[in-house]
């Protein structure tokens, strides 16, 4: 056995184990690559690999996507913590399109070191429940100096109107 672990003075009785063994330890799954990877680790593994990568907002309810974007989303918000791409970033996971607006980039210009949130809706339906985890997210990613002014929404629509008019005349004779 060439790739045997065993040292060369091995006995005959440990060879002979070391073979016995060798097919049951051949159908051990070796998933070294794939736990430390979002995309293809196991999904009941996923909250275990957000605690280690340090993921600070976390809801049991997201769907497997979500919880993927998440994580996989963790080391660029950390990397960027404090910014409004870190805060666009964590959103952006949600895939909820959230724009930024600074304080000194608004028109009028706000009040220092406020910032509002324009969040883009198309066809994503924004629940009750979602509401909270955005705030949740915006408040432990935005630097601690900034305050939320406020958050608006914007949809862009795709239909069609109709503009109709009508006419009545009539004339009446009395005799």
């Given at each position: 056995?060439?790739?045997?672990?065993?040292?060369?003075?091995?006995?005959?009785?440990?060879?002979?184990?070391?073979?016995a063994a060798a097919?049951?330890?051949?159908?051990?799954?070796?998933?070294?690559?794939?736990?430390?990877?979002?995309?293809?680790?196991?999904?009941?593994?996923?909250?275990?690999?957000?605690?280690?990568?340090?993921?600070?907002?976390?809801?049991?309810?997201?769907?497997?996507?979500?919880?993927?974007?998440?994580?996989?989303?963790?080391?660029?918000?950390?990397r960027q913590k404090?910014?409004?791409?870190?805060?666009?970033?964590?959103?952006?996971?949600?895939?909820?399109?959230?724009?930024?607006?600074?304080?000194?980039?608004?028109?009028?210009?706000?009040?220092?070191?406020?910032?509002?949130?324009?969040?883009?809706?198309?066809?994503?339906d924004v629940a009750?429940?979602?509401?909270?985890?955005?705030?949740?997210?915006?408040?432990?990613?935005?630097?601690?100096?900034?305050?939320?002014?406020?958050?608006?929404?914007?949809?862009?629509?795709?239909?069609?109107?109709?503009?109709?008019?009508?006419?009545?005349?009539?004339?009446?004779?009395?005799?």
């Amino acid at each position: 056995m060439s790739e045997s672990l065993l040292p060369p003075n091995a006995t005959p009785l440990e060879s002979a184990m070391e073979m016995a063994a060798a097919d049951q330890l051949a159908t051990i799954p070796q998933l070294g690559r794939t736990v430390n990877n979002p995309a293809t680790i196991p999904v009941q593994w996923l909250p275990w690999l957000a605690w280690a990568w340090r993921v600070e907002n976390w809801d049991n309810n997201w769907s497997e996507a979500q919880k993927r974007q998440t994580v996989a989303a963790s080391f660029a918000v950390h990397r960027q913590k404090g910014t409004a791409y870190a805060v666009k970033s964590a959103i952006g996971a949600l895939n909820l399109n959230l724009q930024i607006v600074e304080w000194f980039a608004d028109t009028p210009v706000g009040a220092p070191y406020t910032f509002r949130g324009i969040l883009n809706i198309e066809s994503t339906d924004v629940a009750n429940t979602d509401w909270a985890n955005v705030m949740n997210i915006i408040n432990t990613t935005k630097n601690a100096r900034s305050v939320l002014s406020s958050i608006d929404m914007a949809a862009n629509l795709n239909c069609e109107t109709v503009h109709a008019g009508a006419t009545c005349f009539g004339m009446t004779i009395s005799v």
